[in-house]
Protein backbone atom coordinates (compact mmCIF):
# COMPACT_ATOMS: atom_id res chain seq x y z
CA UNK A 1 0.00 0.00 0.00
CA UNK A 2 1.17 3.56 -1.00
CA UNK A 3 0.00 7.20 -0.10
CA UNK A 4 -1.86 8.42 -2.58
CA UNK A 5 -2.62 11.98 -2.92
CA UNK A 6 -5.71 12.94 -6.02
CA UNK A 7 -4.98 16.26 -7.85
CA UNK A 8 -9.29 17.04 -6.95
CA UNK A 9 -10.60 16.75 -3.24
CA UNK A 10 -13.54 16.69 -1.89
CA UNK A 11 -15.40 16.70 1.57
CA UNK A 12 -15.17 13.50 3.61
CA UNK A 13 -18.53 11.37 3.31
CA UNK A 14 -20.38 11.90 6.74
CA UNK A 15 -22.22 8.95 9.18
CA UNK A 16 -25.39 10.35 10.49
CA UNK A 17 -26.51 9.12 13.78
CA UNK A 18 -28.27 10.02 16.72
CA UNK A 19 -27.94 13.34 17.74
CA UNK A 20 -25.01 14.26 20.21
CA UNK A 21 -24.32 10.71 21.15
CA UNK A 22 -23.58 9.57 17.43
CA UNK A 23 -21.56 6.78 16.66
CA UNK A 24 -19.92 7.16 20.81
CA UNK A 25 -21.98 4.19 21.92
CA UNK A 26 -21.07 1.51 18.91
CA UNK A 27 -17.42 2.54 19.44
CA UNK A 28 -17.57 1.58 23.04
CA UNK A 29 -19.73 -1.43 22.45
CA UNK A 30 -17.00 -3.02 20.36
CA UNK A 31 -14.60 -0.53 18.38
CA UNK A 32 -12.86 -2.72 15.92
CA UNK A 33 -16.64 -3.52 14.55
CA UNK A 34 -17.53 0.11 14.47
CA UNK A 35 -13.78 0.55 12.97
CA UNK A 36 -14.59 -1.86 10.36
CA UNK A 37 -17.79 -1.49 9.48
CA UNK A 38 -17.39 2.22 9.15
CA UNK A 39 -14.26 1.77 6.62
CA UNK A 40 -16.11 -0.78 4.35
CA UNK A 41 -19.17 1.56 4.13
CA UNK A 42 -17.60 5.07 3.85
CA UNK A 43 -13.63 4.34 3.04
CA UNK A 44 -10.62 5.84 4.63
CA UNK A 45 -11.64 9.08 5.62
CA UNK A 46 -14.97 10.46 6.85
CA UNK A 47 -16.66 12.27 9.45
CA UNK A 48 -19.14 10.76 12.28
CA UNK A 49 -20.61 12.20 15.50
CA UNK A 50 -18.75 11.43 18.90
CA UNK A 51 -19.41 12.56 22.23
CA UNK A 52 -21.45 15.65 21.13
CA UNK A 53 -18.79 16.88 17.94
CA UNK A 54 -18.39 16.25 14.97
CA UNK A 55 -14.95 14.35 13.69
CA UNK A 56 -13.38 13.38 10.81
CA UNK A 57 -12.26 9.61 11.44
CA UNK A 58 -9.05 8.43 9.25
CA UNK A 59 -8.99 4.27 9.14
CA UNK A 60 -6.09 2.53 7.12
CA UNK A 61 -2.16 2.64 7.40
CA UNK A 62 -2.16 5.69 4.84
CA UNK A 63 -4.54 7.82 6.15
CA UNK A 64 -3.09 7.18 9.65
CA UNK A 65 0.28 8.24 8.27
CA UNK A 66 -0.96 11.31 6.89
CA UNK A 67 -1.90 12.50 10.10
CA UNK A 68 0.49 11.80 12.21
CA UNK A 69 3.32 12.08 9.71
CA UNK A 70 2.08 15.58 9.77
CA UNK A 71 4.34 16.91 6.72
CA UNK A 72 2.31 20.31 6.65
CA UNK A 73 1.77 20.86 10.37
CA UNK A 74 -1.96 20.41 10.07
CA UNK A 75 -2.89 18.30 12.73
CA UNK A 76 -2.40 19.62 16.95
CA UNK A 77 -2.17 17.16 19.95
CA UNK A 78 -2.76 19.22 22.32
CA UNK A 79 -6.08 20.26 21.49
CA UNK A 80 -7.17 16.88 19.89
CA UNK A 81 -6.29 15.77 23.11
CA UNK A 82 -7.39 18.19 24.83
CA UNK A 83 -11.56 17.80 24.14
CA UNK A 84 -11.23 14.26 25.43
CA UNK A 85 -9.25 14.37 28.55
CA UNK A 86 -7.48 17.88 28.46
CA UNK A 87 -8.44 19.27 32.15
CA UNK A 88 -6.81 16.06 33.90
CA UNK A 89 -3.53 16.21 31.80
CA UNK A 90 -2.97 19.77 31.29
CA UNK A 91 0.36 20.71 29.99
CA UNK A 92 1.59 16.61 29.70
CA UNK A 93 4.16 16.24 26.95
CA UNK A 94 1.61 15.05 24.50
CA UNK A 95 -0.74 18.17 25.16
CA UNK A 96 1.46 20.34 23.82
CA UNK A 97 2.42 21.08 20.35
CA UNK A 98 4.93 22.59 17.87
CA UNK A 99 7.75 24.58 19.27
CA UNK A 100 6.75 24.04 22.40
CA UNK A 101 6.31 20.56 22.07
CA UNK A 102 9.86 20.23 20.40
CA UNK A 103 11.84 22.34 23.19
CA UNK A 104 9.50 20.05 26.25
CA UNK A 105 10.57 16.99 24.53
CA UNK A 106 14.21 17.58 24.29
CA UNK A 107 14.56 18.52 27.66
CA UNK A 108 12.73 15.19 28.43
CA UNK A 109 14.55 13.21 26.10
CA UNK A 110 17.41 13.34 28.97
CA UNK A 111 14.92 11.55 31.30
CA UNK A 112 15.18 8.63 29.26
CA UNK A 113 18.73 8.27 27.99
CA UNK A 114 19.79 4.34 28.06
CA UNK A 115 21.56 4.93 31.60
CA UNK A 116 18.83 6.43 33.25
CA UNK A 117 16.71 3.71 31.65
CA UNK A 118 19.83 1.23 33.05
CA UNK A 119 18.89 2.18 36.32
CA UNK A 120 14.91 2.25 36.46
CA UNK A 121 15.41 -1.01 35.35
CA UNK A 122 17.55 -2.08 38.17
CA UNK A 123 14.86 -0.38 40.71
CA UNK A 124 12.34 -2.47 38.81
CA UNK A 125 13.33 -6.00 39.57
CA UNK A 126 13.50 -6.11 43.39
CA UNK A 127 9.63 -4.34 43.32
CA UNK A 128 8.23 -6.82 41.06
CA UNK A 129 9.27 -9.78 42.71
CA UNK A 130 8.26 -8.84 45.77
CA UNK A 131 4.68 -7.79 44.11
CA UNK A 132 4.35 -11.07 42.84
CA UNK A 133 4.91 -12.76 45.44
CA UNK A 134 1.63 -10.95 47.57
CA UNK A 135 0.09 -12.60 44.52
CA UNK A 136 -2.52 -15.52 45.94
CA UNK A 137 -2.25 -18.28 43.17
CA UNK A 138 -5.86 -20.10 42.07
CA UNK A 139 -7.98 -21.72 39.53
CA UNK A 140 -9.94 -18.26 39.17
CA UNK A 141 -7.23 -15.43 39.55
CA UNK A 142 -8.18 -12.21 38.48
CA UNK A 143 -5.14 -11.08 36.75
CA UNK A 144 -6.13 -7.59 35.25
CA UNK A 145 -6.84 -6.06 38.69
CA UNK A 146 -3.35 -7.91 40.37
CA UNK A 147 -0.99 -6.67 37.49
CA UNK A 148 -2.78 -3.00 38.12
CA UNK A 149 -1.81 -3.17 41.60
CA UNK A 150 1.71 -4.08 40.43
CA UNK A 151 2.13 -1.68 37.93
CA UNK A 152 1.26 1.49 40.44
CA UNK A 153 3.41 -0.24 42.65
CA UNK A 154 5.89 -0.15 40.10
CA UNK A 155 5.35 3.43 39.61
CA UNK A 156 5.74 4.88 43.50
CA UNK A 157 9.14 2.71 43.29
CA UNK A 158 10.47 3.74 39.98
CA UNK A 159 8.86 7.04 39.26
CA UNK A 160 8.30 8.41 42.62
CA UNK A 161 11.22 6.83 44.14
CA UNK A 162 9.35 5.53 46.51
CA UNK A 163 8.47 8.56 48.20
CA UNK A 164 6.65 8.17 51.69
CA UNK A 165 2.86 7.43 51.26
CA UNK A 166 1.52 8.65 54.35
CA UNK A 167 -0.98 5.17 54.26
CA UNK A 168 -2.27 2.47 51.96
CA UNK A 169 -5.28 4.34 52.25
CA UNK A 170 -3.07 7.63 50.37
CA UNK A 171 -1.91 4.98 48.00
CA UNK A 172 -5.18 3.72 46.83
CA UNK A 173 -6.56 7.32 46.81
CA UNK A 174 -3.48 8.27 43.99
CA UNK A 175 -4.65 5.01 42.16
CA UNK A 176 -8.35 5.86 42.00
CA UNK A 177 -7.24 9.49 40.99
CA UNK A 178 -5.46 8.15 37.54
CA UNK A 179 -8.53 5.52 37.01
CA UNK A 180 -10.87 8.69 37.03
CA UNK A 181 -9.14 10.74 35.19
CA UNK A 182 -8.57 8.38 32.32
CA UNK A 183 -11.81 7.47 32.78
CA UNK A 184 -13.25 10.44 31.81
CA UNK A 185 -12.18 10.39 28.19
CA UNK A 186 -15.36 9.18 26.49
CA UNK A 187 -17.67 10.75 29.48
CA UNK A 188 -21.35 12.28 27.76
CA UNK A 189 -21.91 14.73 30.41
CA UNK A 190 -18.21 16.98 30.60
CA UNK A 191 -18.60 19.36 33.38
CA UNK A 192 -17.81 19.47 36.42
CA UNK A 193 -20.79 17.72 38.37
CA UNK A 194 -20.43 15.85 41.56
CA UNK A 195 -21.46 11.96 40.74
CA UNK A 196 -20.20 12.13 37.08
CA UNK A 197 -17.51 10.59 35.28
CA UNK A 198 -16.24 13.60 34.55
CA UNK A 199 -16.18 15.34 38.41
CA UNK A 200 -14.62 12.47 39.56
CA UNK A 201 -11.64 13.15 37.04
CA UNK A 202 -11.62 17.36 38.22
CA UNK A 203 -10.93 15.87 41.88
CA UNK A 204 -8.71 12.45 40.76
CA UNK A 205 -6.81 16.11 38.83
CA UNK A 206 -6.63 18.17 42.24
CA UNK A 207 -5.47 15.06 44.30
CA UNK A 208 -2.92 14.50 42.39
CA UNK A 209 -1.19 17.59 41.76
CA UNK A 210 -1.64 18.14 45.87
CA UNK A 211 0.31 15.07 46.32
CA UNK A 212 3.07 16.10 43.66
CA UNK A 213 3.72 19.24 45.21
CA UNK A 214 4.10 18.34 48.53
CA UNK A 215 6.98 16.07 47.38
CA UNK A 216 8.36 18.40 45.16
CA UNK A 217 10.35 20.21 47.55
CA UNK A 218 12.89 17.16 48.46
CA UNK A 219 12.65 15.98 45.16
CA UNK A 220 14.70 19.51 44.37
CA UNK A 221 16.86 19.51 47.50
CA UNK A 222 17.82 15.82 46.93
CA UNK A 223 18.88 14.48 43.68
CA UNK A 224 17.84 10.44 43.61
CA UNK A 225 18.01 8.17 40.51
CA UNK A 226 13.85 7.63 40.20
CA UNK A 227 11.99 9.97 37.39
CA UNK A 228 10.23 12.47 39.37
CA UNK A 229 13.63 13.51 41.04
CA UNK A 230 15.21 12.92 37.43
CA UNK A 231 12.42 15.36 36.07
CA UNK A 232 13.65 17.79 38.63
CA UNK A 233 17.09 17.91 37.80
CA UNK A 234 17.38 17.40 34.20
CA UNK A 235 19.09 20.11 32.05
CA UNK A 236 20.19 20.24 28.12
CA UNK A 237 23.22 21.04 27.07
CA UNK A 238 21.94 24.71 26.74
CA UNK A 239 20.48 25.00 30.13
CA UNK A 240 16.98 24.40 29.71
CA UNK A 241 15.11 22.54 32.94
CA UNK A 242 11.88 22.17 33.60
CA UNK A 243 9.97 24.62 35.91
CA UNK A 244 7.95 22.85 39.07
CA UNK A 245 4.76 23.26 37.55
CA UNK A 246 6.26 21.74 34.59
CA UNK A 247 7.48 18.95 36.57
CA UNK A 248 4.14 18.33 38.36
CA UNK A 249 2.53 18.41 34.78
CA UNK A 250 4.74 15.75 33.56
CA UNK A 251 4.40 13.51 36.01
CA UNK A 252 0.51 13.43 36.04
CA UNK A 253 0.85 12.50 32.65
CA UNK A 254 3.70 10.30 32.80
CA UNK A 255 2.08 8.09 35.24
CA UNK A 256 -0.78 7.63 33.57
CA UNK A 257 1.08 7.04 30.32
CA UNK A 258 2.87 4.31 31.79
CA UNK A 259 0.30 2.49 33.75
CA UNK A 260 -2.79 0.88 32.09
CA UNK A 261 -0.92 0.93 28.41
CA UNK A 262 1.68 -1.52 30.31
CA UNK A 263 -0.64 -3.40 32.20
CA UNK A 264 -3.27 -3.59 29.26
CA UNK A 265 0.09 -5.14 27.49
CA UNK A 266 0.94 -7.76 30.48
CA UNK A 267 -2.70 -8.83 31.08
CA UNK A 268 -2.90 -9.53 26.65
CA UNK A 269 0.23 -11.19 26.87
CA UNK A 270 -0.50 -13.64 30.05
CA UNK A 271 -4.27 -14.55 28.19
CA UNK A 272 -2.52 -15.74 25.10
CA UNK A 273 0.42 -17.93 26.79
CA UNK A 274 -2.23 -18.78 29.09
CA UNK A 275 -4.02 -20.54 26.07
CA UNK A 276 -0.81 -21.37 23.63
CA UNK A 277 1.08 -23.98 26.79
CA UNK A 278 3.73 -23.95 23.70
CA UNK A 279 4.77 -20.08 23.56
CA UNK A 280 4.36 -19.63 27.58
CA UNK A 281 6.91 -22.56 27.60
CA UNK A 282 9.35 -21.79 25.00
CA UNK A 283 9.13 -17.62 27.05
CA UNK A 284 10.11 -19.67 30.23
CA UNK A 285 13.16 -21.53 28.75
CA UNK A 286 14.58 -17.74 27.84
CA UNK A 287 13.63 -16.70 30.89
CA UNK A 288 15.28 -19.25 33.17
CA UNK A 289 19.18 -18.87 31.68
CA UNK A 290 19.01 -14.63 32.86
CA UNK A 291 20.34 -13.43 35.99
CA UNK A 292 18.49 -13.27 39.02
CA UNK A 293 17.87 -9.52 37.92
CA UNK A 294 18.23 -9.09 35.02
CA UNK A 295 19.35 -5.42 33.49
CA UNK A 296 18.57 -4.03 30.13
CA UNK A 297 21.01 -5.83 28.36
CA UNK A 298 19.44 -9.22 29.13
CA UNK A 299 16.19 -7.70 28.22
CA UNK A 300 16.77 -6.67 24.64
CA UNK A 301 18.09 -10.47 24.33
CA UNK A 302 14.80 -11.97 24.91
CA UNK A 303 13.77 -12.64 21.62
CA UNK A 304 10.39 -14.72 22.03
CA UNK A 305 9.02 -13.09 25.09
CA UNK A 306 9.96 -9.65 22.43
CA UNK A 307 7.66 -11.53 20.06
CA UNK A 308 4.58 -12.05 22.00
CA UNK A 309 4.96 -8.68 23.26
CA UNK A 310 4.94 -7.44 19.67
CA UNK A 311 1.92 -9.66 19.06
CA UNK A 312 0.10 -8.53 22.19
CA UNK A 313 0.59 -5.14 21.14
CA UNK A 314 -0.76 -5.61 17.84
CA UNK A 315 -4.01 -7.36 18.84
CA UNK A 316 -5.01 -4.85 22.03
CA UNK A 317 -3.22 -1.93 21.10
CA UNK A 318 -3.43 0.17 24.62
CA UNK A 319 -3.84 3.06 22.90
CA UNK A 320 -6.46 2.30 20.12
CA UNK A 321 -7.10 6.11 18.56
CA UNK A 322 -5.04 8.96 18.69
CA UNK A 323 -6.87 12.24 18.77
CA UNK A 324 -5.73 15.25 16.76
CA UNK A 325 -7.48 18.78 15.57
CA UNK A 326 -6.28 20.46 12.68
CA UNK A 327 -5.05 24.07 12.73
CA UNK A 328 -5.45 24.71 9.18
CA UNK A 329 -7.14 23.13 5.84
CA UNK A 330 -5.33 20.19 5.19
CA UNK A 331 -6.01 17.39 2.90
CA UNK A 332 -6.03 13.74 3.30
CA UNK A 333 -6.15 11.27 0.67
CA UNK A 334 -7.79 13.27 -1.37
CA UNK A 335 -10.27 15.14 1.17
CA UNK A 336 -10.76 18.47 2.52
CA UNK A 337 -10.33 18.38 5.89
CA UNK A 338 -11.29 22.10 7.24
CA UNK A 339 -9.11 23.92 10.02
CA UNK A 340 -10.63 23.63 13.62
CA UNK A 341 -12.29 19.58 13.10
CA UNK A 342 -11.55 16.94 15.71
CA UNK A 343 -9.79 14.16 14.04
CA UNK A 344 -9.57 10.99 15.09
CA UNK A 345 -6.56 8.22 14.16
CA UNK A 346 -7.87 5.16 14.18
CA UNK A 347 -5.31 2.87 14.35
CA UNK A 348 -6.53 -0.29 15.69
CA UNK A 349 -8.01 -1.29 12.26
CA UNK A 350 -4.78 -1.23 11.07
CA UNK A 351 -3.30 -3.90 13.33
CA UNK A 352 -6.64 -5.99 12.06
CA UNK A 353 -6.63 -5.47 8.22
CA UNK A 354 -7.16 -8.61 6.40
CA UNK A 355 -5.61 -6.24 3.37
CA UNK A 356 -2.42 -6.63 5.84
CA UNK A 357 -1.69 -9.15 7.85
CA UNK A 358 -3.04 -12.60 6.95
CA UNK A 359 -5.39 -14.45 9.80
CA UNK A 360 -5.01 -11.11 11.91
CA UNK A 361 -7.10 -12.38 14.26
CA UNK A 362 -4.88 -15.72 15.41
CA UNK A 363 -2.38 -15.07 17.77
CA UNK A 364 1.44 -15.69 15.80
CA UNK A 365 3.46 -14.23 17.14
CA UNK A 366 5.96 -15.36 15.05
CA UNK A 367 4.40 -13.10 12.14
CA UNK A 368 7.31 -10.74 13.53
CA UNK A 369 9.99 -13.04 13.16
CA UNK A 370 12.95 -11.75 11.02
CA UNK A 371 11.97 -14.59 8.62
CA UNK A 372 8.07 -13.34 8.45
CA UNK A 373 8.44 -9.65 9.26
CA UNK A 374 4.51 -8.96 8.36
CA UNK A 375 4.62 -5.62 9.95
CA UNK A 376 6.78 -4.41 7.38
CA UNK A 377 3.98 -4.82 4.78
CA UNK A 378 3.78 -0.52 5.51
CA UNK A 379 5.12 1.78 7.55
CA UNK A 380 2.30 2.62 9.58
CA UNK A 381 0.63 -1.11 9.45
CA UNK A 382 2.01 -1.93 13.15
CA UNK A 383 1.73 1.26 15.13
CA UNK A 384 0.71 0.89 18.85
CA UNK A 385 3.60 3.65 19.72
CA UNK A 386 2.37 5.82 17.46
CA UNK A 387 4.17 7.94 14.79
CA UNK A 388 5.87 10.98 14.52
CA UNK A 389 6.92 13.50 16.64
CA UNK A 390 4.46 12.61 18.73
CA UNK A 391 5.84 8.92 19.26
CA UNK A 392 5.72 7.47 22.26
CA UNK A 393 9.02 8.57 24.76
CA UNK A 394 8.57 5.80 26.80
CA UNK A 395 8.84 2.62 24.36
CA UNK A 396 12.00 1.43 25.75
CA UNK A 397 10.79 1.79 29.32
CA UNK A 398 7.54 0.32 28.49
CA UNK A 399 9.78 -3.02 26.81
CA UNK A 400 11.60 -2.58 30.05
CA UNK A 401 9.01 -3.26 32.31
CA UNK A 402 7.15 -5.23 30.31
CA UNK A 403 9.35 -7.75 30.30
CA UNK A 404 10.61 -7.86 33.73
CA UNK A 405 7.58 -8.35 35.23
CA UNK A 406 7.07 -11.21 32.27
CA UNK A 407 10.97 -12.47 33.65
CA UNK A 408 9.24 -13.23 37.26
CA UNK A 409 6.21 -13.77 36.55
CA UNK A 410 7.15 -16.63 34.56
CA UNK A 411 9.90 -18.10 36.84
CA UNK A 412 7.41 -18.11 40.00
CA UNK A 413 4.43 -18.99 38.11
CA UNK A 414 2.38 -21.20 35.34
CA UNK A 415 -0.65 -20.58 34.13
CA UNK A 416 -3.72 -22.01 31.48
CA UNK A 417 -7.01 -19.97 30.43
CA UNK A 418 -9.39 -21.38 28.82
CA UNK A 419 -8.73 -22.02 25.04
CA UNK A 420 -12.56 -20.61 24.69
CA UNK A 421 -12.03 -17.53 26.54
CA UNK A 422 -12.36 -14.14 24.83
CA UNK A 423 -12.22 -11.20 26.94
CA UNK A 424 -15.03 -8.74 27.23
CA UNK A 425 -13.21 -5.34 27.20
CA UNK A 426 -14.20 -2.36 28.45
CA UNK A 427 -13.32 0.47 25.79
CA UNK A 428 -14.81 3.98 27.62
CA UNK A 429 -11.01 4.83 27.64
CA UNK A 430 -8.08 3.00 27.62
CA UNK A 431 -8.77 -1.27 26.66
CA UNK A 432 -8.95 -3.43 29.91
CA UNK A 433 -10.69 -6.49 30.37
CA UNK A 434 -14.35 -5.98 32.40
CA UNK A 435 -13.86 -9.21 33.84
CA UNK A 436 -10.65 -8.87 35.46
CA UNK A 437 -9.37 -11.35 33.44
CA UNK A 438 -9.90 -15.03 34.71
CA UNK A 439 -6.98 -17.49 34.79
CA UNK A 440 -5.72 -20.59 36.43
CA UNK A 441 -2.77 -19.65 38.16
CA UNK A 442 -0.24 -22.35 39.92
CA UNK A 443 2.99 -21.76 41.46
CA UNK A 444 5.70 -23.20 40.44
C1 LIG B 1 3.01 -0.57 26.14
C2 LIG B 1 3.07 0.61 26.68
C3 LIG B 1 2.83 1.91 25.95
C4 LIG B 1 2.13 2.17 24.80
C5 LIG B 1 1.41 1.18 23.90
C6 LIG B 1 2.22 3.59 24.57
C7 LIG B 1 1.63 4.23 23.49
C8 LIG B 1 1.81 5.58 23.21
C9 LIG B 1 1.27 6.23 22.06
C10 LIG B 1 0.40 5.58 20.99
C11 LIG B 1 1.66 7.52 22.10
C12 LIG B 1 1.41 8.59 21.03
C13 LIG B 1 0.22 9.45 21.34
C14 LIG B 1 -0.10 10.39 20.19
O1 LIG B 1 0.60 10.46 19.19
O2 LIG B 1 -1.11 11.08 20.30
C15 LIG B 1 2.43 7.69 23.30
C16 LIG B 1 2.99 8.88 23.72
C17 LIG B 1 3.74 9.01 24.85
N1 LIG B 1 4.10 8.02 25.74
FE1 LIG B 1 3.62 6.08 25.60
N2 LIG B 1 2.96 4.16 25.55
C18 LIG B 1 3.36 3.17 26.42
C19 LIG B 1 4.12 3.32 27.55
C20 LIG B 1 4.70 4.48 27.96
C21 LIG B 1 5.56 4.62 29.12
C22 LIG B 1 5.98 3.47 30.01
C23 LIG B 1 5.90 5.93 29.20
C24 LIG B 1 6.79 6.63 30.20
C25 LIG B 1 7.57 6.07 31.04
C26 LIG B 1 5.29 6.62 28.08
C27 LIG B 1 5.43 7.95 27.81
C28 LIG B 1 4.88 8.58 26.72
C29 LIG B 1 5.04 10.00 26.45
C30 LIG B 1 5.83 10.99 27.28
C31 LIG B 1 4.31 10.27 25.30
C32 LIG B 1 4.13 11.61 24.60
C33 LIG B 1 5.20 11.82 23.57
C34 LIG B 1 5.07 13.15 22.86
O3 LIG B 1 3.98 13.68 22.77
O4 LIG B 1 6.11 13.63 22.43
N3 LIG B 1 4.56 5.71 27.36
N4 LIG B 1 2.52 6.49 23.96
Not at 92 to 104: N, P, S
Amino acid sequence: MTTTRSTTTSTPPRRRGLPYVGQTLSYIRDPLAMMREHFDDYGPVSDISFIGKRWTVLLGPDACEAALRNADKAFASGDGWGYLVGPFFDRGLMLLDFEEHHRHRRIMQSAFTRDHLERYTAALGPAVSAGLEKWQPGPDFRAYPALKELTLDLATTVFMGGADLDSLDELSKVNQAFIDCVQSATALVRVNIPGTRWGRAVRGRALLEQFLRRHLPDKRASPGTDLFSVLCHIKTDDGEHFSDDDVINHMIFLLMAAHDTSTITVSTMMQHLGQNPQWQERCRAEVMALPEHPTMTDLDGLETIDLVMKEALRLVPPVPVLARKTVKETEVLGHRIPAGRLVAVMMHLSHHMDELWPDPETFDPERFAEHRREDKVHRYAWEPFGGGVHKCLGMFFAGAEVKTILVHLLRTYSWTVDPEYTAPMNYHSLPFPKDGQPVHLTRL
